[in-house]
């Protein structure tokens, strides 16, 4: 049994390291996942526990266990659906020059979010386009994971299309390998959500889903709030359909518009600064003070 | 020889792992059981085989204890717990395992192959004279035992 | 909706029954091939049928060709639902005409998902799928 102290310390070297917040009733779930990382060093959950403190590694071990979000093809279906019929086209017309797209999948897990997205846009871009799906975790095991991109078949067997699986596919003793030419397409970066995003550059759009509900409401509204210039100006972000933005300050709720794709709630970065400053600046290079509460204001 | 002439026992282990997951859950995992090598199944009430020709030649053999087979058709059929399956239900519950066991075994070895339907029979399972033992597995499910195992034809000989 | 279950193993067809009637459906079952496409010809007429591959009498790969040759079926959803996982395997099946697939083993999920992707589930259930 998780004592309360073994579960306290537990949730507290989580949230010092990664920010994400384990309540109380989740000890379940922390028994479930560090229990096999207890029995592989032949100790006790407790004693294990004790031990963290001196050992970075197993540290690490524990955050990975922690972290991993429940994943699935095509999550929810809606919002491929919205990214395909109508992101994506939107994109087209606006990239037409660059014929390049960049996507984050923040908090990426094990890919299955980004090889999706690789996929739709295997099939829906035309020839000559390019595009890179950034994936960033903060469990290093599920990066690897990525990297591989081998799946199981209990993995294959759900929410991915048959046409899907033997079309980017290949079978490999139990597992189903990804692809080469999609695994291309996706770069694997280290990344804690509540630390800064330096060197991403901007995304067409952001796959922020399911993630925010691991935060308090504090560092949850530091990530909107810093997810402002990783979006470009005409771009989308996309959340889990439990999260809004609607329940953050009010400064931070008006940056974003939540515009409406069919059943599909997007956010994009609201025009404030079109009338404060002449002509959108360039992607990448606005200010993040251009969202601050005393302009806004003054803007309205 | 370069050819594979056996599942690996791990992948046996992990494809009968996945259909125990499947079709009973998660809640009374398969757990090993050391047994001697050579010892025929000492609890044999049920058995199934299903065969595979083609690219590969080999015969996939299940065999259960009573209890276990009478409990796992229970949970497939989802009869009331004190409502005993008939022989006729545990033959093709049986039948069904060695079924999703067999054919995920074909899809690991060279193919393409062709997967039998499932024979059943009460009792200790019978194998060929011509074939050889090259792969199995022995396991408790809620302290009842059950075995897999692969053959293959016999190289000639001996 | 209704759902057609064709395998050979009552204990099979036992378990994708639960899965899909606890979604709903209104079920009928056959134990081969032969005997699904008897209940076709009787007009038992299902949106969805799934269909296990190695059966006697007729395998499922062959009552799938059958059912794609005849264009009053054209309507129903085929989804294999079988052992069989080699690529080649479902390359063939979704060439004969079968819509979707599923491996055995399979968890209760599985069979939710993909009837949501073939757009088979309500909107509400479709979403928490």
Known sequence: MTTSTTFASVSALVRRETS???????EYLVEARLNPLAAARGLGLEEYVARLALDAEERRKVIDALTINETSWFRDHTPYQAFTEAMVPALLERRAAARRLRIWSAACSSGQEAYSIA??????????????????????AMLDRVRAGRYSQVEVNRGLPATSLVRYFTREGRDWEIAERLRQRVTVKHLNLAAPYAGLGTFDVVWLRNVLIYFDATTKADILRRMLPMVADDGYLLLGSSE????????????????????????????????????????????PSLTSPSLTSTGA | ?????????????????????????????????????????????????????????????????????????????????????????????????VNMVGGN????????????????????????SDTALACRLDLVWRDAPLRISVHIPQEGPR | MRAMIIDDSRAMRSILRRIVTGLDFETSEAEHGQAALDQLHAGVVPDVCLV???????????????????????DITLMM??????????????????????????????????????????????VTA
């Open chain 3, 52 to 74: 296990d591959w190695n059966m006697p009498v007729m395998d499922g790969y062959t009552f799938i060709t059958e059912v794609r040759a005849n264009p009053e079926w054209r």
């Open chain 2, 105 to 128: 075994v074909k899809s690991l070895m060279p193919g393409p192959s062709v997967l039998s339907l499932p024979a059943v029979a009460a009792g200790r399972a019978a194998f060929a």
């Open chain 1, 119 to 140: 996929m739709l846009l295997d099939q829906h871009l035309p020839a000559g386009w390019s595009y890179e799906i950034v994936a960033t975790d903060i469990s290093t």
């Open chain 3, 81 to 126: 639902v079988t052992t069989e996982s080699e690529q080649r395997q479902i390359v063939r099946a979704l060439a004969a005409g079968a819509h979707e697939y599923v491996i055995k083993p399979f968890t209760a999920d599985a069979i939710v998902d993909k009837l949501s992707l073939l757009g088979l589930l309500p909107e509400e259930s479709a």
């Open chain 1, 20 to 26: 994400m917040v384990y309540d109380e009733g989740k």
């Open chain 1, 244 to 287: 809004t933005t609607l329940d953050m300050p009010a400064d931070l709720a008006a940056a974003w518009q939540r515009e409406q794709i069919g059943r599909v709630p997007t956010y994009r970065r609201a025009p404030v600064r079109t009338f404060l400053s002449g002509p959108t600046p360039p992607t990448g290079t606005t200010s």
């Open chain 2, 1 to 97: 020889m370069t050819a594979v002439d056996a599942p690996a026992v791990e992948d046996l282990l992990a494809v009968t792992e996945d259909v125990w997951l499947a079709l009973v859950g998660d809640d009374d995992p398969l757990l090993p059981r050391a047994v001697p090598p050579g010892s025929p199944f000492d609890a044999a009430a049920w058995s199934s085989v299903t065969t595979i020709s083609g690219g590969w030649q080999g015969a996939v053999t299940v065999e259960l204890d009573e209890a276990l087979a009478r409990r796992l058709t229970t949970q497939m059929l989802d009869l009331p717990a004190d409502e005993a399956p008939s022989d006729s239900d545990v033959a093709d519950a049986v039948g069904e395992l």
